[in-house]
């Protein structure tokens, strides 16, 4: 048997919902939380409604990224990064959760999943530090 | 001028420096146990992959969960927190291994423990997991360890490259046919590693001075992680031993690994897998404990030429309790090794010792490394110990015995009192024969019993200066010639008419 997970209740909630009219969703909607409610699994509910939220943008083709900057971007600077990510990524729009972080000094740390892509002053002089310590 | 000359150096080290952006898989510590913790993301890791914390602590991916990974810290793992960033590297765990690690003893991660300072010389990397050699790189055993032990180089021989299992209940001197074995590898072109697992410092310290003394730390590493020692380390030792190993095999050499003890080992690694919370299966055990082991010791191989050349030798030790050997461990390792040699309290204290059970010992594949000479011997000892043991649960019923299951008796008498060996006194294989071709031929059943010690070490003496021909024969040629075998017989009775005088 699978182990019930939030994403694999997710994935059920979304294959149910899937392509259904506002009402039907509604009410299989309902009926699941009930299901949650049965299971004592509703303390897992936060997870689930993450886990379904990267799922529709998954289908959508939407990669949610966190962008770490030393000051807010302007939108000039965020439409260039969106261009970049959408060709890397293969996706048909990316979502930007700004977040400013004074420490990285300069550049850019792009996290999406679990992979930083890191292009901030501070990673460069630590590789540099890297190689005068070697 | 002072400031120049450093900004020029300074440049001159950065000439060829590119900063360019990286892209790195990262994971979150979801918790944190005694020296093992959980991270989320990492979907990529790979088994005994290298992963780096903040603190500059480093970690060894073990088990790998869909979801979740668990990872051993080698290092401060008090200064990892909840929501730490973990990052993979791409690399397997690696360990610096050069000549002079020869002589030291050293960590589960390589590191000296002996207060000797760093190891000297070039160190090179070598993987702490690497997968064991194929079956074309391998050859078949037919090159002898010589334990200097006599039941086990007569009866329980040990073949270059074989994986030979100790088994015993607690002191039963499991070690010290181990650290005998050790001490006999002088000038038999062998390194040695000796692994110990979960042991108390004053017993390794003690076994180190042993070997010291015995000049055997100069052909020997020891590679410990001790009771005190995290879980996690006591699981990584066994393969950061057999990676020593390795990197002397790679240059052709035989080298001999001990891991003292497996047991132990299985119960670090029952530990660690509970923490981690995986499901424990029998024993408590977790279902992929045999798996543990036998990637273990599938790393014990004999390299043909086209290869390379080279050996390693593993002797895994296993505690049993109350001599069960059917118990979870034992079996498992019992299947994977080549043999074992059963070790059992009853006859330890019956002062048989090394208290080997012969009947319940065997060797698979050993018997084809044997010298000639030994063989020959051997094969008589063995029918006559076997047909004692037969024989000796019966006479002590009844008085009146006939000749023939006297003669049995007394012959099988005399084999167990000469198969017992005092520690750290090794006996060089052409002596074992003198010995025992004695003992075969029937050539002692005259001697009383309580003086056969005696008798063996006064002849093994005497031949030296008077059997010159049958021991070079042995030692050089594997097998004696017509003249030599009348030089010995000669030489037996010559000496047992000064003995008995
Ligand atoms: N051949 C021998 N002759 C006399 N004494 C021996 C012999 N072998 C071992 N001993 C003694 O028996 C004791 C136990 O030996 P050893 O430590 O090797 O056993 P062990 O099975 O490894 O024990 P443990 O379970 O504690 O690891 C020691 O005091 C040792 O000196
Ligand atoms: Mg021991």
């Not at chain 1, 979502?95 to 300069?106: A, R």
């Not at chain 2, 895994?316 to 309790?321: H, L, N």
């Not at chain 2, 118990?327 to 048989?352: H, R, W």
Request: glycine content about 8%; some cysteine; hydrophobic content about 40%.
């Amino acid at each position: 048997m699978k182990k019930i997970t939030p994403t694999t209740l997710a994935e059920l909630l979304f294959t149910e919902t899937h392509e259904k009219s506002e009402a039907e969703s509604q009410k299989i909607v309902k009926s699941f939380v009930a299901l949650l409610a049965k299971k004592r699994m509703l303390e897992k509910g936060n997870l689930v409604v993450e886990a379904y939220r990267q799922l529709i943008q998954q289908e959508k083709g939407i990669v949610e990224v966190t962008a770490t900057v030393h000051e807010h971007m302007s939108t000039h600077t965020k439409d260039t990064v969106t261009t970049i990510l959408k060709k890397e990524l293969h996706a048909k729009d990316i979502l930007i959760n700004e977040k400013i972080d004074h420490s990285i000094l300069g550049g850019i740390k792009i996290k999406y999943g679990d992979i930083v892509i890191d292009s901030t002053l501070l990673g460069r002089l630590k590789q540099m530090k890297a190689t005068l310590f070697k | 001028m002072q400031k120049n000359i450093i900004l020029e150096q300074l440049k001159k080290e950065l000439g060829d420096f590119k900063a360019h952006h990286t892209k790195e898989r990262v994971g979150a510590v979801l918790e944190v146990f005694d020296g093992v913790v959980r991270a989320s993301g990492l979907s990529d890791l790979k088994m005994s992959e290298m992963v780096t914390f903040p603190n500059g602590a480093v970690g060894v991916a073990l088990n790998l969960e869909e979801g979740s990974v668990g990872i051993i810290v080698l290092g401060d793992y008090l200064g990892i927190k909840e929501g730490d960033e973990v990052k993979s590297t791409g690399n397997i765990l690696e360990l610096p291994v050069g000549d002079e690690i020869i002589g030291r003893v050293v960590n589960a991660i390589a590191s000296p423990i002996d207060g000797r300072g760093t190891i000297a010389g070039e160190l090179k990397s070598y993987p702490i997991e690497r997968v064991a050699p194929g079956v074309i790189t391998r050859k078949s055993v037919d090159q002898p360890v010589q334990t200097g032990i006599k039941a086990i180089d007569a009866l329980i021989p040990i073949g270059r490259g074989q994986r030979e299992l100790i088994i015993g209940d607690r002191q039963t001197g499991k070690t010290a046919i181990a650290v005998d074995t050790i001490l006999n590898q002088k000038g038999q072109n062998m390194i040695c590693v000796y692994v110990a697992i979960g042991q108390k410092d004053s017993k390794l310290r003690k076994i180190e001075t042993r070997l010291r003394e015995g000049g055997a730390m100069d052909y020997t590493v020891i590679v410990s992680a001790g009771a005190s020692d995290p879980a996690a380390l006591q699981y990584l030792a066994p393969y950061a031993g057999v990676s020593v190993a390795e990197y002397f095999m790679d240059q052709g050499k035989d080298v001999l690994i001990i891991y003292d003890d497996l047991s132990k080992h299985a119960v670090a690694y029952r530990e660690i897998s509970l923490l981690l919370r995986r499901p424990p299966g029998r024993e408590a055990y977790p279902g992929d404990v045999f798996y543990l082991h036998s990637r273990l010791l599938e790393r014990a191989c004999r390299r043909n030429s086209d290869y390379g050349g080279g050996s390693i030798t593993a002797l895994p030790i296993i505690e049993t309790q109350a001599g069960d050997i059917s118990a979870y461990i034992p079996t498992n390792v019992i299947s994977i090794t080549d043999g074992q040699i059963f070790l059992e309290t009853d006859l330890f204290y019956k002062g048989i010792r090394p208290a080997v059970n012969v009947g319940f010992s065997v060797s698979r594949v050993g018997s084809s490394a044997q010298i000639k000479a030994m063989k020959k011997v051997a094969g008589t000892l063995k029918l006559d110990l076997a047909q004692f043991r037969e024989l000796e649960a019966f006479s002590q019923f009844g008085s009146d015995l006939d000749e023939a299951t006297k003669k049995t008796l007394d012959r099988g008498r005399r084999a167990v009192e000469l198969l017992k060996q005092p520690q750290y006194s090794p006996v060089l294989v052409e002596n074992q024969v003198v010995v025992l071709y004695a003992l075969t031929r029937g050539l002692i059943d005259d001697i009383a019993l309580d003086k056969i010690k005696e008798f063996e070490s006064g002849i093994v003496d005497y031949a030296q200066t008077h059997a010159k021909k049958f021991l070079s024969e042995v030692r050089e040629k594997g097998m004696w010639s017509d003249e030599g075998e009348a030089e010995i017989k000669k030489v037996i009775e010559e000496y047992k008419g000064v003995f008995k005088k």
